[in-house]
């Protein structure tokens, strides 16, 4: 069989060019955007320079579990790396769809030493999972909405359609919109998740959101709150902040973060199940302390590594200070809220149905 | 290949020693006529069937295998007789009554300890906590603490979580370890398995599902009558005009669908939202005052402009080609004869485009209970369909045995229809142009 013969010999070259080049394409899954671009430039960019690897972004972090799983079971991963939330990271990691991570012998030490275990914000690193980042769900304001001596400058504004008029864009699913929901009904932003896990919080969270679901624009892609601001179709969204700081600083628009009650949390990497071997190298670069400050010059989220953070400086573009721009800077963290992703992996299947069924009416 | 018994007859026929002419023909090459033209007809089959072999295997692929596959996924039940052996073997002999024995917390143990090991209790601990919230990290729990548990595990379980100490949690276990369930169509109905086995609604503050299914119905069923009530007259005046002007009409009811649904769907978007092109408009020439803008997209009205418009051309084209057919003649008559033109067109025309109607509405209809990007982008939270529930549930909330149960009850109802339709007007009547 010549023909046979003859793609057997094309296996076999291209087998060994590969293997002569070592140049690999990494199929990276992340959140698209602002965010994506941040870590094309901080990682995927001088990677590219410095191995000869090809990266191919993929926009698919907003249904990465479901991907993974659907990638697992049909036995064909073609993922090699995914960008992922701590919460579904846990849920990845007890149903075996992900690679177990050591930190010590993955991920750089510190330029001062420090091993990377302890260099990682306290408790950041689960088993499967390693941050790069802190970010932040909050809501901002199209400050041309209101008059100049009368900003919104608390959670509580938010709720209230009388002295803040305006359509609310929030995301459509109950995760911080119920959190706020106590903060602005009068519950300590600590006391938050106590009181969620109590019929009498639940209730109390949909009531508060009864009186502005009327004036309610409900989003579900990340890239929607700052159309929809900017367009002055809704005044206020609920937005991830580094989407608000990209379009304020990169596209001027007239944009302004309540930091009241921001919800914050961790985003960072997994490695699906036998990804491993493949993604080694490229894990080993991405997590150094250099490239998690990197990131921060692109975008205003916080480097998850403590090493980072006195790295953290100006925007590499318009040299603007990052600091104040960051969720864990001193007047923005005050009243900040931690997601509490056992709270959510227990309660996310009930409280959805819940909070489906009262959209719905 | 029905008759594989024919070449054996004739053949029989063609060993007959006395074979008399006109007993069996046989072909120049002295085979008998009939087997040759068995073998004929064979061959034509075979051919037949090579041709069309790419199509049948692409339909089994893409088509009949998934759908099977969807079927048995929303029964299907392996987690908890997977990944908890030797737990739900146990069970399989308590009585449900009060709390199991020791053996079963033995096991039990053993299984979450295993199953932490081998990194699979997500599975179980996933599928638990859609029957029961708080199930998920009750097993991840006591799974840590499960490989230094020393007997009685009774005793050491308990004191992990006293939720073992609930009888209902067990009861839940045994119910799931059988390989089927009919949760996930319960769940599809908002009903649900209470502690002790019986079919029970659901607390009303998570029902959603059957409110969304006649939504759904309800919403096709407008945008079907809406798409009639427009597309008709479009369609008797393709039929009737001109070939010249009546070809440029037909291409401006084809340009749009030929555009893309995504780029029509957002171009509503553009023109009907708050700060959009109509409301500007209307402010502009002092019809609506600036704070009175219209909500005209992100609710129902939405869905329903939309979807009328882009679901418009199925319904024109069946319409149009079957009053195409109809002869102008016939109309002609009838006023000759003394009708009005009401009833004429009451009596005479409209009656010959039943079959066009039919074809048209249960077209629009079935594509439009199956819509989904369409509701998702411009529905709100009012205007969604149950379409974009099972994408929310393929996606976001990972249950997709729920997924595929809400799934098969659509296929079933829109089979419902078709057959319904099949009988009242009969399927070789649609004609697409």
């Known amino acids: ?361 | 290949m029905s008759d594989s018994s024919a070449p054996a007859t004739s053949g029989s026929a063609a060993h007959d020693p006395n074979g008399a002419p006109g007993a069996a023909l046989t072909t120049a090459d002295g085979v008998p006529l009939k087997q040759s033209l068995n073998r004929a007809i064979r061959r034509s089959r075979i051919k037949a069937l090579l041709l069309v072999a790419p199509l049948l295997v692409f339909i089994g692929l893409a088509f009949v295998m998934p759908i099977f596959d969807m079927l048995s996924r929303s029964v299907d039940n392996p987690e908890v007789s997977t990944y908890l052996p030797r737990t739900s073997e146990v069970l399989v002999d308590w009585d449900g009554e009060g709390l199991p024995e020791e053996a079963a917390y033995a096991a039990l143990a053993q299984d979450l300890a295993a199953g932490l090991k081998e990194r699979n209790l997500g599975r179980v601990a996933s599928r638990l906590n859609y029957e029961k919230s708080g199930m998920r990290s009750l097993f991840m729990k006591s799974a840590r603490r499960a490989g230094r548990m020393e007997a009685p595990y009774k005793a050491a379980l308990i004191k992990a979580d006293e939720d073992w100490e609930d009888p209902d949690i067990w009861r839940l276990i045994k119910r799931e370890s059988s390989p089927l369930t009919a949760s996930y169509y319960l769940a599809a109905v908002d009903r649900q398995f209470s502690p002790t086995g019986e079919i029970v609604e659901k607390p009303e503050y998570l029902q959603i599902h059957v409110s969304l299914f006649i939504r759904t119905f309800w919403m096709s069923a407008a945008i079907t009558g809406l798409c009639l009530l427009l597309a008709y007259p479009v369609a008797w005046l393709l039929a009737t005009l001109p070939a010249s002007r009546g070809n440029l009409l037909m291409i401006l009811v084809l340009l749009p669908f030929w555009t893309s649904l995504l780029v029509r769907t957002t171009t509503w978007i553009a023109i009907l939202q708050q700060q959009g092109v109509l409301n500007d408009m209307l402010v502009g020439v002092g019809i609506l005052a600036e704070e009175a803008r219209i909500q005209m997209i992100y609710n129902k009205t939405g869905t329903i402009i939309a979807m009328t418009h882009i679901l418009l051309p199925f319904m024109i084209l069946p319409l149009y080609s079957v009053m195409k057919t109809i002869p102008p003649s016939y109309m002609h008559a009838a006023r000759s004869l003394g009708a009005g033109p009401i009833t004429a067109f009451r009596r005479v025309y409209f009656p010959q485009t039943l079959p066009g109607i039919g074809a048209g509405s249960i077209l629009v209809f079935i594509l439009s209970i199956g819509y989904y990007i369409t509701p998702a982008l411009v529905g709100g939270q009012s205007g969604r369909f149950i379409t974009n529930f099972i994408a929310y549930h393929m996606q976001t909330s990972l249950n997709w045995g729920l997924a595929a149960a809400i799934g098969s009850i659509l296929l079933v109802v829109v089979i419902l229809f078709y057959l319904v339709y099949n009988r009242l007007i009969g399927v070789d009547k649609v004609k697409l142009g």
Request: glycine residues 6%; charged residues 25%.
């Open chain 1, 1 to 361: 069989m010549p023909l046979r013969s003859l793609l057997a010999v094309a296996v076999a070259a291209a087998g060994m060019s590969a293997g002569a080049a070592q140049a690999e394409t990494l199929n990276i899954v992340s959140w698209g955007g602002a965010y994506t671009d941040s870590q094309n430039k901080a990682y995927h960019e001088p990677w590219e320079e410095k191995s000869g690897d090809t990266v191919v972004n993929i926009d698919k972090s907003s249904n990465a579990l479901s991907g993974l799983r659907a990638q697992v079971q049909a036995g064909n991963v073609t993922w090699d790396l995914v960008d992922m939330l701590p919460s579904d990271a846990l849920i990845a990691c007890s149903e075996g769809l992900i690679e177990p991570l050591d930190p010590d012998t993955l991920f750089a030490a510190a330029p001062d030493g420090t091993p990377a275990s302890e260099d990682f914000i306290e408790n950041s690193l689960s088993e499967c999972f390693v941050p790069q980042i802190v970010y932040s769900n909050i809501v901002a304001f199209n400050t041309e909405m209101f008059p100049e001596d009368k900003q919104p400058d608390s959670i509580d504004d938010v709720f209230n359609l009388e002295e803040f008029p305006g359509k609310r864009a929030l995301q459509k699913k109950p995760i911080n919109n119920m959190e706020w929901a106590l903060v602005a009904d009068g519950v300590a932003p600590e006391d938050v998740y106590e009181m969620l896990d109590s019929e009498e919080g639940i209730e109390r969270a949909f009531a508060k959101l009864d009186t502005i679901k009327d004036s309610v624009i409900w989003w579900e892609e990340g890239a929607q709150p700052p159309q929809l601001l900017a367009d002055k179709e809704v005044a206020f969204a609920s937005a991830y902040n580094g989407r608000i700081f990209d379009a304020e600083v990169n596209e001027k628009q007239p944009f302004s973060i309540v930091w009241d009650a921001q919800v914050f949390e961790l985003d960072g990497w997994v490695v699906p199940t036998g990804k491993l071997d493949k993604v080694k190298d490229y894990l080993m670069f991405a997590t150094d302390t250099q490239r998690l400050a990197d990131q921060a010059k692109y975008i205003s989220y916080g480097p998850a590594r403590t090493s980072s953070a006195a790295l953290v400086s100006t925007h590499a573009d318009t040299g603007i200070d990052m600091k104040p721009h960051m969720p864990t800077y001193g007047p923005n963290f005050a009243t900040a809220i931690p997601k509490d992703d056992e709270f959510w992996a227990d309660n996310l299947d009930e409280l959805s149905q819940r909070f489906n069924a009262w959209l719905a009416r």
